[in-house]
């Protein structure tokens, strides 16, 4: 099986351990002062950052899964598989549509919620657990990268079908 098809069954798992993975091995470095924690401004700037980067990766995905949706409604089903006009007019009869679109709303809503639990411990987080936030900016960063890679290769699988 391939490794693609294992991190598709459960991708928001595998990127919450590979986030809270490096967000651990940040917090042993910065505890073995390998890596120095940032002053505190520039941890709450960048948590900012990412949940505004979050909030507005959600715009995009939201808008493909819009467009998605609209080539569905004016898709019509063939009787046979040569009768579709296109390999993407056939995506939209089988069950990687539903899977598909299941994969954006998931990575929409981890967004979402990532870019509102940044705002949350920015705004409640004392400076004395600066260490912790810079922690769990790295954490963040990696469940933002990881959220909008899925959505890239999804969208290029989609695309893929589409230059058929």
Same mark, same amino acid.
């Given at each position: 099986?391939?490794?693609?098809?294992?991190?598709? @069954?459960?991708?928001?798992?595998?990127?919450?351990?590979?986030?809270? %993975?490096?967000?651990?091995?940040?917090?042993?470095?910065?505890?073995?002062?390998?890596?120095?924690?940032?002053?505190? *401004?520039?941890?709450?700037?960048?948590?900012?950052?990412?949940?505004?980067?979050?909030?507005?990766?959600?715009?995009?995905?939201?808008?493909?899964?819009?467009?998605?949706?609209?080539?569905?409604?004016?898709?019509?089903? @063939? *009787?046979?598989?040569?009768?579709? *006009?296109?390999?993407? *007019?056939?995506?939209?009869?089988?069950?990687?549509?539903?899977?598909?679109?299941?994969?954006?709303?998931?990575?929409?809503?981890?967004?979402?919620?990532? %870019?509102?639990?940044?705002?949350?411990?920015?705004?409640?987080?004392?400076?004395?657990?600066?260490?912790?936030?810079?922690?769990?900016?790295?954490?963040?960063?990696?469940?933002?990268?990881?959220?909008?890679?899925?959505?890239?290769?999804?969208?290029?699988?989609?695309?893929?079908?589409?230059?058929?």
């Amino acid at each position: 099986m391939k490794l693609i098809n294992i991190y598709f @069954k459960s991708p928001l798992t595998w990127d919450c351990l590979i986030s809270v %993975g490096m967000a651990i091995a940040t917090y042993k470095l910065t505890c073995n002062k390998v890596v120095e924690v940032p002053k505190h *401004d520039f941890i709450l700037s960048s948590v900012s950052d990412i949940a505004n980067i979050s909030f507005s990766s959600t715009g995009f995905i939201l808008t493909i899964l819009t467009v998605l949706i609209t080539f569905k409604a004016s898709s019509r089903k @063939k *009787d046979k598989i040569e009768n579709y *006009d296109s390999a993407l *007019d056939f995506f939209f009869q089988t069950p990687l549509y539903a899977q598909t679109t299941s994969h954006l709303k998931n990575c929409i809503k981890s967004l979402v919620v990532l %870019g509102l639990v940044d705002y949350i411990f920015k705004v409640i987080t004392p400076k004395c657990f600066t260490e912790y936030l810079f922690c769990f900016l790295i954490f963040s960063l990696f469940i933002l990268a990881l959220t909008l890679m899925r959505c890239l290769l999804i969208l290029s699988k989609v695309l893929t079908l589409q230059n058929r």
